[in-house]
């Protein structure tokens, strides 16, 4: 296991894109990644019982780890727990949430969209944001849960004609609605980015919230990993699921530089 790594978790392979966008700005970092498919959705999950899973999920993960922070990359589990688990762990977690922020700097028509699931739609957490950031803004939020189960279940890599299934109704409420910007509210969404941009068209940008993400993360580790990692072959980046192993996870994650996947 690699010393002090950031310990990345979503409840399925959501968080792998925001993997990369960290690796790119920090080459020497290590990663240990946690799918917690045994949760999994997040989005249908009661709020306290979420909570509860996540600060019992910690305690074992940052005990077996000793991770130098937590990216909790995953925007339900995010609105959802990340004050509390803040509360009870004395480690630096970055969260993601909704970039409403950068979106309401973006729209000019002052009609912003989210898409997420119900939970972080229905959650205070999101409301306050808007109030913060978006205050000026209209923005109209949209569920689309089912996206979820659909990414997942094609380790990210949905047919066309089953994304437009799945979200043409969503799309269209939003393009109804006037926004010209839509902020990805939900991990899972970035891998339909190109896909979500064709829909949505040239009149909407589609807008996530990885650089941000990995900006903070980078200022959180401060120079933690500047002096780079040792290169031995038992620093190997794992993923964790807390569901079943199987060869597409194992592809997916070697394309995000994790070598081993293993059942946690
Ligand atoms: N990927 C998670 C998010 O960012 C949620 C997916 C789920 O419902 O499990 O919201």
Redesign the pocket.
């Known amino acids: 296991m690699a010393e002090h790594p950031i310990l990345v978790l ?3 392979i ?2 792998l894109p925001y993997v990369s966008a960290v690796r790119s700005l920090m080459p020497a970092a290590s990663f240990s990644y946690v799918a ?1 498919h045994a ?7 009661d709020p306290a019982d979420l909570r509860h899973r996540l600060l019992q999920l910690f305690a074992l993960l940052i005990e077996r780890e000793r991770p130098a922070l937590i990216l909790l ?7 959802v727990a990340l004050e509390a688990l803040r509360e009870r762990f004395a480690l630096p977690f970055v969260g ?1 949430v909704p970039a409403v922020k950068p979106a309401a700097h973006h729209s000019r028509t002052r009609r912003i969209g989210v898409l ?2 119900a ?2 739609v229905e959650e205070r957490y999101l409301h306050d944001l808007v109030q913060q950031f978006a205050g000026e803004c209209v923005v109209v939020t949209q569920a689309a ?1 089912e996206i ?2 659909l990414v ?1 279940e094609s380790y990210g890599a949905p047919a066309p004609q089953a994304v437009r299934r799945c979200v043409g109704e969503a799309v269209g409420r939003l393009v109804e609605a006037g926004v010209d910007s839509v902020v990805l ?5 970035i891998y339909l980015l190109e896909e979500l941009q064709r829909l949505f068209g040239p009149g909407v940008t589609v807008i996530d919230s990885r650089e941000g993400v990995a900006r903070q993360v980078q200022r959180v580790a401060g120079n933690h990993y500047s002096a780079g990692r040792g290169g031995l072959a038992e620093d190997a980046d794992s993923l964790y699921t807390t569901g079943r192993c199987s060869a597409g996870l194992e592809s997916l994650a070697a394309r995000f530089g994790f070598d081993k996947v293993l059942e946690l």
């Open positions: 979503d409840s399925g959501g968080g917690d949760g999994f959705p997040y989005g249908e999950r990359a995953c925007n339900t589990a995010s609105v993601v997420a699931t939970r972080t849960g979820v189960r997942e509210g939900c991990t899972h969404f």
